[in-house]
């Protein structure tokens, strides 16, 4: 005889994720998604503890969705007996928001039950989450929510954390915090205290639990290594080395992106579920017995207590799986001693000249809808907060109100202005867009006049393409907007765009133009460098490209087109120190170096473009010492043949 198995799940945000995630994500999720298994008429779920009532009691309330997860052939008393099993495993103190949650105690019921899954749309939700800035600089406030106290009493911490440029300002940290403590009251956890963020954080549960063969194997199919432990509640040896396994986990989960989401660390309990099926499915007759997987397939097993053994198979395991970069051998001190944060333009024009011209070709824009509120928001709250924030040097941010009427004039301009009438507006744009709340109501219409000029590059007049290299630029010092308009992964027309004008005007006639594309191109490159230096150092990456996002193809088309610049440029030794660093930033550490960019940079021949910029007859003489350096770097170390 079966009994049916249901998934209830509910929006822990009550609606306001849909309502605001665009906003606060710069993407659209549909809910925080709660779930708990119903089955013989009863509703089980994890937050404070597992918690069983009759469906739909719980404090829950009522599902926004029902899900049939079929039926399952184990009786009543059976899952009573693992269920009590499990509330050895999942307890309170183990709860963790993001990564051990009602999700993670659901899944493994269902998969005990009918071998069946929680929809990955679920599950997969911290991940999208956390590739946000927002959910980045959200991290730290939950994990100190759900990490154990450290000590009796208060504590101050040593040191701060600073929280990226996204979520600078008090207000999205405070939005942090509350959507942190909501969240987690709402899942049935609670805290006594508002905990301070501190810089780094270790997952406190870096272990999954396995306790069926349907769990173990989807363990194996979503992370490249895995180390598993067997073990039982009667086997001494077990807890003798069990605190070194847990200190493993910690340290090398910690170990960004690759290893952090690459390696998962999982116990089996025998004695738990069907832990003894899924040891009899890999052979595994004693315990303590170590496994080491590697793509799916078991390429070691360790048996008994010999810490320092387990240490070496660990690190040789993630070696395999994560080969260090050839880069990383490599001595490169002018590389290296290359500043990756962002290039900005920030001289101040004569504002009132601006606001005149602005004004000029607003009124000469029949199609311009509404140009009296348009020329009134100008004057009375953008070019004031503009004088007040760069003349005045006054530090306060924009309120609500020149925010948005920065928004909505911009984004009435663009639309309706031509190309040779823009630029007043993207000059005094990119001073703005220096602002996170500017920065914020910006990427719509920056995404729209990128397009539009980069379809129409031909005939684009040159202040408009200096001008709005000069924002682009800009526009890169905002992590949120980098990772918007470089990512890849939001709106597919940014990065296209963007790409296009660079490529485009790289190569343009007129030197200043070309100076300021090299800027742009450095930001683009100091932006990729950022990500991969923080991912083999270890840690989320908040600025910079994370692993997901690489792609080899994009990299082709821009490392040809910095190539073809450095080639053709002899008027601008500016010019061709931004774009050897921003070469050199494409190159180093790139995942597609040996497969793609290394065959590229010799049949580009870009080693001897390098050394014919310091050649004795180059038509452009390049005299700084730091900038001859690193072309002589560049050039020998990575672009060797």
């Not at 079929?70 to 999942?90: C, P």
């Not at 080693?607 to 014919?612: A, H, P, V, W």
């Amino acid at each position: 005889m079966t009994s049916p198995v249901q998934l209830y799940i509910y929006d822990q945000s009550k609606g306001l994720a849909r309502a605001m995630s665009m906003q606060f994500l710069g993407r659209r999720i549909d809910g925080i998604w709660h779930t708990s298994v119903v089955v013989f008429n009863k509703e089980i779920s994890y937050g404070r503890g597992i918690s069983i009532t009759g469906p739909g009691q719980s404090h829950h309330g009522q599902p926004v969705r029902i899900m049939d997860m079929g039926e399952t052939a184990v009786d009543e008393q059976t899952f009573e007996e693992y269920i009590e099993e499990m509330s050895e495993h999942y307890t309170a103190d183990k709860y963790h928001l993001l990564d051990f949650n009602c999700n993670t105690f659901t899944d493994d019921c269902i998969g005990f039950l009918t071998g069946g899954s929680v929809p990955a749309w679920i599950k997969d939700l911290p991940a999208d989450f956390l590739s946000t800035p927002f959910g980045a600089a959200l991290r730290p406030t939950i994990d100190a929510m759900f990490s154990p106290p450290t000590g009796s009493g208060s504590t101050q911490p040593t040191t701060s954390y600073s929280l990226p440029q996204a979520a600078s300002n008090r207000t999205t940290n405070a939005a942090a915090a509350a959507t942190a403590r909501a969240l987690a009251s709402d899942s049935g956890y609670s805290s006594n205290s508002t905990p301070t963020p501190t810089p780094s954080n270790p997952n406190p549960n870096p272990i999954h639990v396995s306790t069926d063969p349907a769990s173990f194997r989807r363990l194996l199919g979503a992370h490249r290594a895995v180390v598993a432990m067997f073990t039982s509640a009667t086997c001494g040896p077990c807890r003798m080395i069990e605190p070194v396994f847990e200190e493993l986990a910690r340290a090398k989960k910690a170990g960004g992106k690759e290893r952090g989401d690459g390696v998962a660390f999982v116990k089996v309990d025998l004695g738990v579920g069907m832990g003894v099926m899924v040891a009899r499915e890999h052979n595994v007759a004693a315990t303590p017995t170590f496994g080491f997987f590697l793509d799916g397939k078991r390429i070691h097993e360790l048996r008994g207590v010999n810490a320092p053994e387990l240490r070496t198979q660990v690190d040789l395991l993630l070696y395999q799986a994560f080969p260090p970069h050839p880069h990383t051998s490599l001595d490169l001190p002018a590389i290296s001693s290359l500043s990756t944060e962002p290039i900005l333009f920030t001289q101040v024009p004569a504002l009132d000249t601006v606001h005149d011209k602005l004004v000029s070709f607003i009124d000469s824009a029949p199609s311009l809808p509404n140009p009296s509120k348009i020329k009134d928001d100008l004057a009375q709250s953008v070019f004031p907060w503009l004088k007040q924030r760069y003349v005045q040097k006054s530090k306060a941010a924009p309120n609500y109100a020149v925010a948005d009427a920065f928004r909505q004039t911009t984004t009435a301009l663009v639309a309706h202005l031509p190309a040779a009438s823009i630029f007043p507006l993207l000059d005094i744009w990119r001073l703005a867009i220096l602002e996170p709340a500017i920065a914020q109501a910006s990427l719509a219409p920056l995404i729209q006049v990128l397009t539009s000029t980069n379809e129409s590059l031909s005939s684009s007049p040159r202040a408009t393409l200096l001008t709005l290299l000069r924002l682009s630029t800009n526009a890169l010092g905002s992590s949120s907007l980098s990772r918007s308009l470089l990512a890849g992964g939001g709106d597919v027309r940014a990065r296209a765009a963007l790409t296009g004008v660079l490529i485009n005007t790289l190569l343009h006639p007129d030197r200043l133009v070309r100076v300021a594309a090299a800027s742009l191109a450095f930001n683009v490159g100091a932006w990729v460098q950022r990500g991969r230096i923080g991912r083999v150092r270890g840690g989320d990456v908040v600025d910079g490209i994370r692993d997901g996002e690489e792609d080899g193809e994009w990299e082709v088309e821009l490392v040809s087109a910095v190539a073809e610049a450095l080639a053709s440029e002899e008027e601008s030794e500016d010019a061709v120190h931004r774009l050897t660093a921003t070469l050199a930033f494409l190159i180093r550490l790139s995942p597609s170096y040996q497969e793609q960019l290394a065959p590229l940079l010799n049949v580009l021949g870009v080693r001897e473009t390098l050394k014919g910029k310091l050649a004795e007859g180059a038509e452009l003489k390049v005299r700084k010492k730091e900038v001859r350096v690193l072309l002589e770097e560049v050039a020998d170390q990575l672009c060797k043949p």
